[in-house]
């Protein structure tokens, strides 16, 4: 069983910075895409920032330029660093893991997060 475990997050003033880390436990033989959604209230999950296994992250034109998303492909790991964080940033972050394969030659599953709220006032 595949297990995605957040942390980072919380409350920060307009300007400020965070970082979050996602981590995936278990038995896994290979993840495709990772990345970061993010859901504030009363509004539909959106991407923030996604990275391939191999190639280029893409990113929301929202947060280009202040947000940047990393992975350990050999700790199944990623990472969202957040510089110049505005109100409108405040919501609950997902991480997931697409394509997600515990053996090879196996279908892929994907898996979220449990979510970490990220609050930033004015």
């Known amino acids: 069983q595949v297990r995605l475990v957040e942390s980072g997050g919380g409350l920060v003033q307009a300007g400020g910075s965070l970082s979050l880390s996602c981590a995936a436990s278990?038995?896994?033989?290979?993840?495709?895409?990772m990345g970061w959604y993010r859901q504030a209230a009363g509004k539909q999950r959106e991407l923030v920032a996604r990275?391939?296994?191999?190639?280029?992250?893409n990113y929301a034109d929202s947060v280009k330029g202040r947000f940047t998303i990393s992975r350990d492909n050999a700790k199944n790991t990623v990472h969202l660093q957040m510089t110049g964080l505005k109100p409108e940033d405040t919501g609950v972050y997902y991480c997931?893991?697409?394509?997600?394969?515990?053996?090879?030659?196996?279908?892929?599953?994907?898996?979220w997060g449990q979510g970490t709220q990220v609050t930033v006032s004015p």
């Open positions: 997931k893991s697409a394509n997600v394969k515990l053996l090879p030659n196996t279908r892929g599953q994907d898996y």
């Open positions: 990275i391939p296994s191999g190639g280029s992250a």
């Open positions: 278990g038995t896994i033989f290979s993840v495709d895409a």
